[in-house]
């Protein structure tokens, strides 16, 4: 096996108790989309309605991580993981998703069963409810989140089933993953589930000027309930803890003499970032960046819900990826604008490329950015973060042929994402920022969305040709491992 050798300046530099695994969604791994009493998503529907996906797949067997996650659990422990995120499938657990529809008990049978597996194996696992899987059915009654009086009730009581039957053991509890991201691009760009937009000769129905706003509003709202319930009828039995994942890139200046692209700068990363923590963490309300710009289509909180809102999430759940350069402009917002009336671009001023290509457009490595942006979190909202997600694809790895069970697939330009990445980390968290908690994207290649098979993220390799659907390891599943055991405090490298 490969040598990987270490900086010795940051050894030890995370704290003993510094949780790192993997992170999955259930719609990109599970397959078994309609078996032992499933009901649909919309990530189902989605998938079966032609010309929506990059390579005409669907969720339907994905990895089949539903019939195989005794032998995921097992590998995950080699991979030497202590944690392992992933997430419910909403309509598995209650297929019609509403507040009066029936508990299906084969769903809760197969996470308890995946809860104890992990935790025989030593592996805590950080349980996310939801992950874009709106229940179809839900969908289909009242538009799901654009109609916040009738949701709410809906995932307060499928926030509460999740905590009654599952929160003896979980003590991690994250509420939404990403509530900008489904609201993006499931309402304003229509390319997600929904599939809603103001582009007619991409989506039938929707206002991109207008929706992602309200859905973002019903998921904050939303969030704020569960964490309520949470605290106050699990909590002081359960001891756990109740955040929200929030995604977000960082985005630097173009020119960083110019003023107005300072400017631009900052209110990119208050249109994708502060959107969600401000209200969250900050001042109970959005930014006035935002407010400024989107005038009444930005909704607005009541006194009631600002203070229900601000300091629901007992910590920073954070997904990032990569960084953008960023350039104002000089002419009027277009009305369907959401990123702060700014030129985004992959090189600077100068010529600078933001980072190397990986086998997915909008990803390049950037840890430069990365870095930034760990220390403006804490920074600006001073509360511990839980990295919930990071990670890249790599060139060339649909080819792969394995020549045994054994073979691992070399993957050196993951190994060398993860290098710099977890060397800001680990230098961020020596200045005294607050990380508790890494995970990779993702455990095994998936699904990923609407590009279907094309990304591979994982650290492990899956032969997706094979109904068996057949893991494969890949080289920095061991690096990542090893670089663990030296970054951690009393680790083993
Ligand atoms: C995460 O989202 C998700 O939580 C996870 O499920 C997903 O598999 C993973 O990342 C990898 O994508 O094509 O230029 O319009 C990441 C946030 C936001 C990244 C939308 C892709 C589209 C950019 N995503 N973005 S573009």
């Known amino acids: ?56 797949s669907n969720a339907d067997d994905t990895a089949r991580s539903y019939d195989l996650y005794k032998q995921d659990v097992a590998r995950m422990k080699r991979y030497g993981v202590t944690a392992y995120r992933f997430s419910l499938s909403w309509s598995r657990i209650i297929p019609l998703g509403g507040k009066d529809d029936p508990v299906n008990e084969q769903g809760i049978e197969f996470y308890s069963k995946l809860i104890d597996e992990l935790i025989a194996n030593g592996i805590t696992p950080f349980v996310t409810l939801f992950h874009w899987d709106t229940p179809q059915a839900l969908e289909d009654r009242y538009g799901g989140m654009l109609d916040k009086e009738k949701y709410i009730p809906d995932f307060n009581r499928y926030a509460r089933v999740c905590f009654e039957r599952l929160g003896d053991r979980v003590k991690q509890w994250i ?37 992602p706003f309200i859905v973002a509003h019903t998921e904050l709202l939303s969030h704020a309930y569960a964490a309520k319930i949470y605290k106050e009828e699990f909590k002081p039995q359960q001891k756990g803890t109740i955040m929200i994942t929030l995604h977000g890139n960082w985005n630097e200046p173009w020119d960083e003499s110019d003023p107005k692209d300072v400017e631009a700068a900052q209110r990119a990363q208050e249109f994708e970032i502060a959107w969600f923590a401000d209200p969250l963490y900050k001042t109970g309300d959005y930014p006035a960046s935002m407010r400024a710009q989107l005038g009444d289509r930005l909704p607005r909180f009541t006194p009631e819900e600002s203070r229900l809102v601000l300091g629901s999430s007992e910590a920073y759940g954070m997904n990032s990826y990569t960084a953008f350069y960023v350039r104002h402009r000089d002419a009027e917002p277009d009305i369907n604008d959401h990123k702060g009336n700014v030129e985004v671009s992959d090189t600077n001023k100068h010529g600078v490329e933001r980072g190397i290509e990986s086998d997915t457009p909008w990803l390049r490595t950037s840890p430069w950015g990365w870095g930034k942006l760990l220390r403006w979190i804490w920074d600006r909202y001073q509360t511990p973060i839980f990295i919930t997600e990071n990670g890249t694809t790599a060139k060339g790895e649909h080819d792969f042929k394995p020549k045994g069970p054994d073979d691992v697939l070399e993957d050196p330009h993951r190994i060398d ?38 990304d591979r993220f994982g650290a492990t390799w899956v032969d997706f040709d094979d109904p068996e659907k057949p893991r494969y390891a890949k080289r920095s599943a061991y690096f990542l491992r090893d670089f663990f055991g030296h970054l951690i405090k009393g680790g083993t490298n």
């Open 1 to 56: 096996m490969a040598q990987f050798e270490f900086d010795s300046s940051i050894k030890g530099a995370l704290p003993a108790d510094f949780q790192w695994g993997y992170a999955t969604a259930a719609p990109q791994i599970e397959g078994a989309w309609n078996k032992d009493g499933k009901g649909l998503s919309i990530w189902d529907t989605f998938g079966h309605t032609p010309d929506k996906v990059k390579d005409g």
């Open 417 to 454: 994402f993860y290098k710099s990445y977890l060397s800001e980390v680990a230098k961020a968290s020596q200045e005294g920022v607050v990380i508790k908690s890494y995970f990779g994207w993702t455990f095994t290649d998936n699904w990923e969305w609407a590009a279907g098979f094309t």
């Open 175 to 211: 509420t939404y993953n990403e509530p900008g991201v489904y609201t993006l691009a499931g309402y304003a760009a229509g390319v997600h589930a929904p599939a809603r937009s103001s582009f007619r000769d991409l989506n039938e129905e929707g206002d991109s000027s207008t929706e």
